[in-house]
């Protein structure tokens, strides 16, 4: 296994997705996943709305139990395609942050409408990220041919960071709900879970929490498969886990093992405010030689992630380095500068693992320096 260092941010391989309701549609995208509904028109432009604070509006369809989406393995520059208004503005929040906003001319000028929806935005649960979005807002028609899907509501492009968005609900898709969706896919894309991509994964706390690794391991989740699996994508489920978390009444149509409760807001909470920065050390010292056959420590892990051990070693010692918890053991005999790892997933909320360094030959000190997520 080659182990990843976190070095930046981290960014999602696949293509581009489209939701849609009892259908599968097939698009090129710039990086992002689109937010759609299966009907046959897209609506006319009406009034741009202003956004509120408050609850979904009654009767909001968001939520349909038979949501489905394909993933395209190649990019087109769709995204990229000619604003209908070149100019952007900046809008300051309240705390300190600001988002570009870039608004269709098919809408009045209206910069108060602008300043309310970053004021939206920044009512969101949220932290630096909220800083690099930029937002444009189209009408239907605009946004579906800007998404390429004549059904599209809203879209988010990676390479942009740009959440593309309807100025109305379609559909009966509120602005408040795209957004914020979207918004959780832009979350990820500035979170780590090294070693796995937090778009498809979710957020290492969150995929810790919900058990992802070892539920991808028995074949229970596809991370980044927004085609036959969609409602089995975890990358799909934290965005719209994200989304509950600000409206909880909003039904849940993904696999029941990622519906969200009350550990699992807590755990997007500290994705979001507190995001984990990269994996823990500890170095387990000693000597081998005749007498002093073998060493050992113990760690406990409360998340999933790689986990590394290096032998720094005197010449001609060699050591079986083993890790071992009641339900998974791994090991290898190495030499000084030597390395493995495994990525591992946790079978117990805090899940305690035996590290052990055996003699094999030789004799002398040794440091054994681990990494591990937490």
Not at 17 to 32: K, Q
Not at 265 to 276: G, H, T
Request: glycine share 10%.
């Amino acid at each position: 296994m080659a182990v990843q260092a976190l070095a930046g941010r981290l960014k999602s391989p696949y293509a581009g997705s489209v939701l849609a309701f009892g259908r599968s549609i097939s698009v090129a995208l710039a990086s992002g996943a689109v937010f759609l509904m299966g009907t046959p028109a897209v609506a006319a432009a009406g009034d741009r709305e202003t956004l509120s604070l408050g609850p979904l509006p009654p009767g909001s369809e968001v939520g349909h139990n038979d949501l489905h989406d394909t993933v395209v393995d190649r990019a087109a520059p769709v995204l990229r395609a000619a604003r209908t208004q070149p100019t952007a503005a900046r809008y300051a929040t309240a705390d300190g942050l600001s988002v570009e906003v870039t608004v269709s001319s098919a809408y009045p000028y209206d910069p108060a409408a602008d300043q309310k929806l970053v004021d939206f935005l920044a009512s969101r649960e949220h932290g630096y990220e909220l800083g690099s979005l930029r937002v444009y807002v189209g009408t239907p028609t605009e946004v579906a041919r800007l998404c390429r899907s004549e059904h599209a509501v809203a879209c988010y492009a990676t390479a942009e960071d740009r959440v593309y968005v309807a100025g109305e609900t379609v559909h009966g898709v509120p602005v408040e709900y795209a957004l914020t969706h979207e918004y959780g896919h832009h979350l990820a894309s500035w979170r780590s879970n090294a070693p796995w991509e937090a778009l498809d994964w979710g957020a290492k706390y969150w995929a810790s929490e919900m058990r992802v690794c070892s539920q991808v391991a028995r074949g229970r989740l596809f991370p980044g498969n927004q085609g036959a699996h969609y409602l089995e994508d975890p990358g799909e489920a934290f965005a719209d886990g994200y989304a509950h978390l600000h409206f909880r009444s909003s039904p849940w149509q993904y696999t029941p093992i990622l519906r969200p409760g009350r550990d699992a807001y807590k755990a997007i909470r500290r994705d979001v405010l507190r995001p984990w920065t990269g994996p823990r050390s500890r170095t387990l010292r000693g000597r081998l030689g005749r007498g002093r056959g073998a060493r050992s420590m113990r760690l406990r892990l409360t998340l999933d992630g790689d986990v590394t051990a290096r032998l720094d070693a005197a010449p001609g010692l060699r050591a079986a380095v083993e890790l071992e918890s009641d339900q998974f053991a791994s090991g290898e005999t190495l030499s000084g500068g030597q390395a493995f790892g495994v990525e591992w997933c946790r079978r117990a909320e805090r899940e305690t693992v035996t590290v052990r360094v055996r003699r094999r030959s030789g004799s002398g000190p040794f440091a054994l320096r681990l990494s591990y997520p937490g």
